[in-house]
């Protein structure tokens, strides 16, 4: 591979990353999206937004899942990551109902 062949793969290669980062990025507001319906609920019920045994079952489903290359470490940070930011998310929605 000569170093010009390199710098087009690696350009190609990084537009197909962009192009996956906006997918994952409309799929997190989808997760959002849902995750806001059930803490309107959660609120209306007055249910707590942390849910544990359901945060076992969302990881149980994603490792199940899993077809790599990631590994079982990384897809659980990923998920701990995604699940705490929608508990951020349900928490902030709550909050700003509040001071309405
Ligand atoms: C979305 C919920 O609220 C919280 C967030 C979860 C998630 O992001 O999957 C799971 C459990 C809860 O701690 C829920 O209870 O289902």
Redesign the pocket.
Same mark, same amino acid.
């Given at each position: 591979m000569t170093n010009e062949e390199a710098q087009a793969a690696l350009a190609d290669l990084r537009t197909l990353i962009d192009d996956v980062d906006l997918r994952i990025l409309a799929l997190f507001n989808e %997760?959002a999206d !849902? !995750?806001s319906r059930?803490?309107d609920i959660?609120k209306t019920m007055t249910m707590p #937004?942390? @849910?544990?045994k359901? @945060?076992d079952e !969302?990881f149980r489903n994603v490792l199940q899942g899993n077809r790599g290359p990631l590994s079982e470490g990384a897809v659980r940070r990923l998920f701990e990551r #995604? #699940?705490d930011e929608? %508990?951020t998310l349900?928490r902030e929605r709550m909050e700003r109902d509040k001071t309405k």
């Open positions: %997760r !849902v !995750v059930i803490g959660k #937004i942390y @849910e544990p359901r @945060e !969302v #995604i #699940i929608m %508990r349900q």
